[in-house]
Structures are given as C-alpha cells and as structure tokens.
C-alpha cells in the first residue's frame, strides 16, 4: 500500500479511536492523523507479534487492529497532556 493510502487508513483509524476514548482532544486534524498511522504501525506490530496474522491490507482485521493501537497512543498522550 502507498504511503496516501496508509495516512487516509490512519486518520480513519484515529478518528474511531478518538470517538471510543472519552473527554475533549487536545489536538487537531494532525495530531488525529499521527496517532492513527502510528497505532496503525504499533498495533500491527504487536498483532503480528501476538500471533493474530500479518497485517497487509485493507480489511476488518486489520482496521480493528489500527483502531486498538490508536486507542492505546491517544489515551497514552491524553495521560501525557494532562501533567
């Protein structure tokens, strides 16, 4: 997959996971976008490295995945911003 593709993949993802975790964001559009393509990255790894299957394109796995790792980054930084 492009590059284009995983950042739309991300924001998607970010955007679900920023739905699923309560209280107001701190960031914007951007921040949304980066947690989403990093979770994206981290939750494939770690599905990957659990045994849940490679992570190689478009389908339900894979973007439930992505939204686990968003999940888990933007509660992190919601952690992080709060101190």
């Known amino acids: ?6 950042a739309v993949f ?4 970010g955007a679900v996971a920023r739905l699923l975790v309560p209280g107001s ?9 980066m947690l989403g393509v990093v979770g ?4 494939g790894f ?3 490295q659990l045994g849940f299957g ?5 389908d339900i796995r894979s ?8 999940v888990v980054l933007l509660a992190g930084y919601r952690m992080l911003s709060r101190r």
Request: proline share 0%; aromatic share 8%; hydrophobic share 60%.
């Open 63 to 70: 973007f439930l995945i992505a939204i686990g790792g968003a």
């Open 1 to 6: 997959m492009g590059i284009l593709s995983w």
């Open 10 to 13: 991300g924001l998607i993802a």
């Open 25 to 33: 964001g701190a960031g914007g559009l951007v921040v949304t976008i």
């Open 46 to 48: 770690l599905g990957t």
């Open 54 to 58: 490679e992570v190689d394109g478009f």
């Open 40 to 43: 994206a990255v981290v939750g």
